[in-house]
């Protein structure tokens, strides 16, 4: 599976943006998926992720009711809105994929990677 992310770019603190990640090369619904992000001096940490159907979704406390993830599984897409942005929220985001997963936070259950966009906020 290729996984593209896209979306990213500079905000500036309290805006928006919504990051995209197209799958190819694979059945995308037979997937979880998930977004880590990765800020500069740091190891990379969950952001987000959704079941296959997209009926369960898991979040960081962090991005907890500003992020929404979401996918279309007919699109082989799975979006990340982020609202309400800080600096804090500057990284690199990654969009992963996993066949099975325990838990979903978990960077090492991911057997994909996509490139990474990076968004950053200024404050």
């Known amino acids: 599976v290729q996984l593209q992310a896209s979306g990213g770019g500079l905000v500036q603190a309290g805006g928006s943006l919504r990051l995209s990640c197209a799958a190819s090369?694979?059945?995308?619904?037979?997937?979880?998926m998930g977004w880590f992000r990765q800020a500069p001096g740091k190891e990379r940490e969950f952001v987000a992720a959704i079941s296959k159907s997209g009926g369960s979704t898991s979040y960081a406390d962090s991005v907890r009711g500003r992020f929404t993830i979401s996918r279309d599984n007919a699109k082989n897409t799975v979006y990340l809105q982020m609202s309400d942005l800080s600096f804090e929220d500057t990284a690199v985001y990654y969009c992963?994929?996993?066949?099975?997963?325990?838990?979903?936070?978990?960077?090492?259950?991911?057997?994909?990677w996509g490139q990474g966009t990076e968004v950053t906020v200024s404050s």
């Open positions: 090369g694979g059945t995308f619904s037979r997937y979880y």
């Open positions: 992963a994929a996993a066949g099975f997963l325990t838990t979903m936070a978990r960077a090492r259950a991911y057997d994909y």
